[in-house]
């Protein structure tokens, strides 16, 4: 799979729907919040183990890596395009 252009696509849905979360967790197919709904992305296929190791690869550094492989979680800002930053 090319992980920058699936977390691309997602993130440009999170922007076109006006959501202000994505969740993405292992087993899961991708989650987005608009307002205060839930709405699950039934046409995508939920994220393995290896889908998960991609995105990260791509959204955190080594350091990142370490900390959230460690505390479970970790905090940090994607910036989209140059036009959008998540955090």
């Known amino acids: 799979m090319d992980y920058k252009k699936e977390l691309d696509e997602l993130v440009s849905l ?4 006006n959501a202000s979360d994505l969740h993405l967790a ?4 991708p989650i987005i919040r608009v307002a205060t709904e839930l709405i699950s992305l039934l046409k995508k296929e939920p994220t393995s183990r290896v889908d998960a ?3 990260l690869d791509i959204l955190i550094d080594q350091r990142q ?3 959230f492989l460690e ?3 970790v905090d940090f ?11």
């Not at 999170?14 to 729907?17: E, F």
């Open 77 to 87: 800002a994607y910036d989209h395009k140059g036009q959008v930053r998540f955090r």
């Open 14 to 17: 999170v922007i076109d729907k």
């Open 26 to 29: 292992e087993g899961r197919i």
């Open 65 to 67: 890596k370490e900390i």
């Open 53 to 55: 190791k991609g995105f």
């Open 71 to 73: 505390h479970k979680e």
